[in-house]
């Protein structure tokens, strides 16, 4: 747009902008204010006409639409008109309930109604007219309220279809479907064709299947008859007539099966009570047919079947089974002499089993027998070892004070060999009472828990140092940390038997070596040594009682350690082995189940080994039933420096405690005492009457785990006959210690 | 009756090119059936005296009423003419009429048109089944058509008005209207008419809106002048807009270049009578200062003045008769593009009878370079032929 003529002056062409604005201002101003100058009426008529224009045009778009809807309307209406008029099937349309148009056949089809087929007609009004027609014969259903019934159906779907018979089998199906909310179809198509064709059809499907039926019947390889409801005979086939033997003359339309068994009885065909149950029949055919074998008068076998009719009749069916019948007798025949054969074989079995059985209880009883005897036996020996061992003990201690007296004078030499003789003795009887305890079937023999090795080995080596000091054998110990599953005194036991084992069967300079170490899950415990060895001959033999190998010197026991070891490792599961050579040394190992997680135990007696040299001033209450026992006792804790009470029961303790007044530091007891008298019911009694928790530690040769708990429930340590000195003393300043302490009360 | 066109078959029509004016009035009286007709409209050139004109009228018309008005050129059963007294005679029939007229434009007033107009109105009885339509004649000079065109559209809002303002051929000096017989200068004639036959008013033009736009900065709109274009002198900014020497301006430029006026998708002329000495443009149509404006140019005038002029109802194909108010300024640019001979041919064929104006008036609307035309047609739907 170029409005400023560019090749005006500068000056020339701001001075015509500002008449430009200034003419634009004065328009705009004079455009709000009423305007009658001429301009101002063209603008105005201008305006107007824009606005006539518009409407004229919206005016003609809505006459040029009206034009083309009637139109439209028209053509519609025409091509209603000449489609009804062309179509086969007799049409009216009822809108809002109102006969709006309809088709010539519609109204001819009821000549006799037609001139009252008029627009305007009400649906339920037509009906009426056509039930009153005379040309109507019937409809397949009753008609009923149509209108109403329209009301209830949804658009576009068919409210009701009928068919209606005219006069002169002439038919029609009237159709009623709703095409929208106003406008209700109805159609009349004439069904006469297909009513006529489909009524032939039918009949000469039921001739056909009539003859067909026959056909079947005749040809069934069973007998079949029918009856009727009324028990009439219906149809019959040739097959039953020969099965049953009777004539067709007997066998015509009609018959009862009454009469029909009546001939067949005169005639002495029944030899069978079940066929003339006839009264029977009907009542057993409603519950659902009923099956029978009948004996046939001329030695048939039949298979008499009747079944229920969808009709309420019946349906009887012979089969033939003379043949089958005569097989199933054979056969049945055969199967009761086999059942017979095997019943006889069963008898024979029976016996047999039954003298077997005798036989076994009879060796049962035997076994009870003998290891009653053995159990006597072991009772009778363990019994006598623990007799033996009081005496020994007693001896023991008394050699030990007399050893101590003796010491410098020349008496001291045989003392010295008093005491070894007694020391073997007393080997011996513990590895009679072992071997004794595990012969025997008693389950508590062995007790498997878990066993510190570590403490075990140490306390074997403090207990056998003398010894091997003694031979001049060097003993060696390889620490370790290892918990074992095992019988604590048990394997304590073997291990010392097969360390004492070592050392006497090692020269003098020789060594032996107690160590143990991990296979995987196990602990392999050995005992070394750079003795003699064993000859290949003797290695299984050495482990039977009282053997020796055949290199052994004089003086290396009786040959029950080994033993206790072998019965020791049988019972708790132990691998026992043994390497050895002649002249070089023997190896045994026993290979047992490693604890994994549990902590070492510390055997108290074990830590407390070096305090020997340390002042012994305690007052001890020894309760002892044996005199001689009790006597060395006193002797022994005497000369360490305790003051001694010694009584033998527990009542006399009692007495003891309330005569002097002196409550004692600590409690020995014998577990055994007179009568029923136990050294557990006397510390129980003690502590009761003081009302302190006395430290008591029970002497006994008992070695049951069994007491070790109820030991142990009581808060009592529990040390074996014969005892050990060296562990005895350490053993009571510990247990006087902790209480003390006040570590362990309660 | 050449080339095998009729006329008209229910108005009479009849035209004189005689030098003198009673001889010319003579010659076209003696097409009127004095019994039978309700009026007559005259359309005369400017080379006849109005007087003797007025004079021979009397004589030969005696009762039938005659209006009309002074022309810039005639549109005969022939086409374009230029001297011709033409007469077109209304048979009562057909037609009856209510004539107003307005003295005394000048001064515009409004009350003074609303009653001689609504007096007039209301006593002309209503015919069913009739159609209603009003003639307006007024002083092509009088500058007052805006106001009373659309003054009448408010009083009359039933009847559609069309009109052609009278001219003076080429002149722009006198114009009249004629009513009643005698000559009424500063005056208009308002016919009320009503016809039992079909018709349809119309009217088209041949210009487009060309993208350059002006705004008139200073004008007298009593005097339809502008001074100033753009800030500028009117006739040179014009002259340079329209890519001319100012010296050249004439009617025929003016003619080609009108002055467009937009409203609401509508193009409305304003057209230039005339470039003044001291460079104001004279408009044939109301302008303001003010008034934004768009420069138009021709579109090709056969073929929209053939399109324009094809009427039809749905009875008819064609119109018995075509009433044309065809402005001068678009005679001026058939006559200079020289399609008078094509134009004529196609007046003839849509028996187009009328005038060459000063301007146009339709739908309330004063215009210019516009053929403003009323078709009647035959109510039973015979064709004319």
Redesign the interface.
Known sequence: ?????PD?PTEEQL??????I???????D?QNKMN???????????????Q??ARTRDLEEAATELEIVRGDRARTQRNLHDTLSVMQEGFALFTDGHLNVCNQLFRTVLPDIANRIVTGLTLDGYFDLMVRSRHLVSTDHKIHHPASQLKKTPDNSVAMSLMIELAGDIWYQLGLQRTSRENVVLLLTEITPLVRQNRSERKTLIDQQADYLQAVFETMTAGVCTFSPEGRLMMQNRQFRKLLGVPLAELQPGTTPERLLAYMQTHGLVRDDALLEVANWQQQITQGGWLRRVRHGRGRMLDVQVNGLPDGGFLVELKDVTLESRATEMLENRVLERTAELTRANERLTEQFEEKARVEEELRLAKERAEAAVSSKTRFLAAASHDLLQPINAAKLLISTLQEAAQGSHLLPMVDRLHRAFTSTEQLLHALLDISRLSSADPDAVTATEVDLAALMEGVFADQLPLSEFRNVRLDVVPCRLVVRSDPVYLQRSVQNLVVNAIQYTEAGGRVLLGARRRGSTVVLEVRDTGIGIDHADQKRIFEEFARAGNAGPGTGMGLGLSVVDRTCRHLGHALSLRSAPGRGSVFSIEMERVGNSQARVDPATRRQRAADTPFDHTVLVIENDAEVLFATRQRLERWGARVLGVPSTPAARRSLDDTGVVPDIVLADYHLDGDDTGLAAVAALRDATGLHLPAILITADRSENLRRMAAREDMMVISKPVKLSRLRPLIDWAIQMQKGGARVG | MRDGITGPRHVRVAQSCAAYAVDAVADVAAAVDAGGTAFVLIFVPNRLSLDEIAGALDAHMRDVPVFGCTSAGQITPDGYASDALLLIAFPSRWFRCAPVLIEGLCPFSFSAVATAVEATASEFQHRKGWNRLALLFTDGLSKQEDLLVSTLETLLPEIPVFGGSAGDGLDFAETFVLCDGRFHTDAAVLLLIETALDMQGFSFDHFLPTEQQLIITRADPEERLVFEINGAPAAREYARLVGCPRTALSPEVFAENPILVHHEGSYFVRAVADATEDDALSFMAAIDDGVIMTLGHGEEMIESLRRGLTRKTARCDRPDFILGFDCVLRRLEVEQKQLCRPVSEIFREARVLGFNTYGEQHRGVHMNQTFVGVAFFDPEGEDAR
Not at chain 1, 1 to 5: G, H, K
Not at chain 1, 15 to 20: F, G, K, L, S, V
Not at chain 1, 36 to 50: K, P, T, V
């Open positions: 747009m170029n409005l400023i003529d005006a001075a015509r902008q500002d008449r430009i200034a003419a634009l201002m004065r328009r705009a004079r009658l100058s001429a301009y101002g009426a063209f603008q105005s008529a201008i305006e107007l006409q824009a006539v224009a």
